[in-house]
């Protein structure tokens, strides 16, 4: 997989992380999921682009908030500040999308991207607490939830959410879902 700094969309499209996180559905309250100034590629900006070259609207493909890129991989960000229960379809869609895009611009393979490319989902923990479901299956209160999430990264794991375990080891190396603290502890912090 090439490195992604070579390649002009990429760096014509740096935007802070705080900026590409930013939700302003609501113009009387704009809420930022990071305060993070880190720079990162506004990928929404790269499809408009990528789409707007071949003629067509933006509207024809959707895309993740952002992309990062490190000495050895690349990580797609996807920020929603809303209840995911609706959103589940978009962001698998936008996973998709996205992963044709960044596959086009860069030559690479997915069978690379399986190697060296993550995504990351932060999402708002107060808008999409743990369902009847994974509290069956994980917890059935917020102290158990912290105590399953303790044992599973014991062993190594973690706790992925809203069905997208099923894109690691078929799309990308690593799949997280993190709330807004978990992704300044395990993303923001660690670079």
Do not use: W
């Not at 499809?47 to 990062?68: F, P, R």
């Not at 299956?137 to 102290?143: N, R, T, V």
């Amino acid at each position: 997989m090439s490195n992604i700094e070579g390649f002009p969309i990429f760096q014509n499209n740096l935007l802070p992380l705080k900026e590409l996180s930013k939700d302003d559905s609501d113009k009387a309250n704009i809420v930022y999921m990071t305060n993070s100034e880190m720079l990162a590629v506004d990928f929404d900006q790269v499809k408009t682009q990528y789409a707007n070259g071949l003629g067509l609207s933006e509207e024809v493909a959707s895309s993740c908030d952002a992309i990062t890129y490190h000495t050895s991989h690349v990580t797609f960000i996807e920020f929603k500040n809303g209840n995911m229960k609706n959103a589940k379809a978009n962001v698998k869609s936008k996973i998709k999308d996205s992963l044709l895009i960044f596959c086009d611009l860069t030559n690479t393979k997915i069978a690379d991207t399986r190697e060296k490319v993550d995504f990351i989902l932060v999402y708002n923990q107060q808008k999409n607490p743990v369902s009847n479901q994974e509290k069956n299956s994980i917890a059935d209160s917020k102290s158990r939830d912290a105590i399953a999430k303790y044992f599973l990264a014991k062993g190594k794991q973690e706790l992925i959410r809203f069905d997208l375990e099923r894109f690691q080891k078929l799309y990308f190396r690593k799949v997280h879902t993190y709330t807004e603290e978990e992704f300044e502890k395990h993303f923001v912090n660690l670079l």
